[in-house]
Each structure stands twice: as structure tokens, then as C-alpha cells.
């Protein structure tokens, strides 16, 4: 079993700063692609940033020149640094990993399995 546990969400004011942080725990060989999603009220669940094993990253428009994903492949940490945070950035921050669970799976198989966290809330509002 895998587990992904988020923190560092919470109540900000507009052009504000939050750093989340994504731990991932359990039965783990190997975590190739790592990232963030977000919900917010009323909309559907969508792409914040991806970060590869290597380091390679992708951004949504929106988070382009704000957001900063980053890693830490030992600790099977995801970050995302936010700054000029906007009240339209309100939302519950998932994020996720894909997981290769032992030797054989890593193997055999072309990707592994996407394990999420329950969701962290940031709310950036005056």
C-alpha cells in the first residue's frame, strides 16, 4: 500500500506565498512522475505542474512565472513553492505519484500506478 499525505495549504491573502510539500510512504520501489492537480469549487480537477525523476517540469498556464515544482527523490517528496498567489488560485491542492511497487512491476510493466493524496485546502482570500 502506498500513501501520499500533503500539508503546507491554509489561508492566505492575495500575492501571498505557500509552500506545499507531498510525502509519499509504504511499499515503494520506485516513483518515476510526480505532480500537483487542484479542484476548485464547482470545477472540475485540473493540471497545477508535473515533475519527472529527473527533474524536467511542466506548468499550466496559470502557474507559469508563480509556481515552482521540485522534488526530492531520497525523502519521495513533491513540492510546490506559490507566490503572487491570486483569489482565482483557491482550491484543494492534490497531488500524486507514480508508483512502482516492487522489482517485477518496474520490469514489466510501461508505467506504473498513480497513488493520490486526499487533497490539502489553500485559500487565498483578503
Known amino acids: 500500500q502506498v500513501q501520499l499525505v500533503e500539508s503546507g495549504g491554509g489561508l492566505v491573502q492575495p500575492g501571498g506565498s505557500l509552500r506545499l510539500s507531498c510525502a509519499a510512504s509504504g511499499s515503494i520501489f520506485y516513483i518515476n512522475d510526480m505532480g500537483w492537480y487542484r479542484q476548485a469549487p464547482g470545477k472540475e480537477r485540473e493540471l497545477v505542474a508535473t515533475i519527472t525523476r529527473v527533474g524536467n517540469t511542466n506548468y499550466a498556464n496559470s502557474a507559469k512565472g508563480r509556481f515552482t515544482i521540485s522534488r526530492d527523490n531520497a525523502e519521495n517528496t513533491v513540492y510546490l513553492e506559490m507566490n503572487s498567489l491570486k483569489p482565482e488560485d483557491t482550491a484543494v491542492y492534490f497531488c500524486?505519484?507514480?508508483?512502482?511497487?516492487?522489482?517485477?512491476?518496474?520490469?514489466?510493466?510501461?508505467?506504473?500506478?498513480?497513488?493520490w493524496g486526499v487533497g490539502t485546502l489553500v485559500t487565498v482570500s483578503s
Open positions: 500524486y505519484a507514480e508508483v512502482f511497487v516492487n522489482y517485477n512491476d518496474f520490469l514489466t510493466r510501461s508505467s506504473g500506478v498513480d497513488y
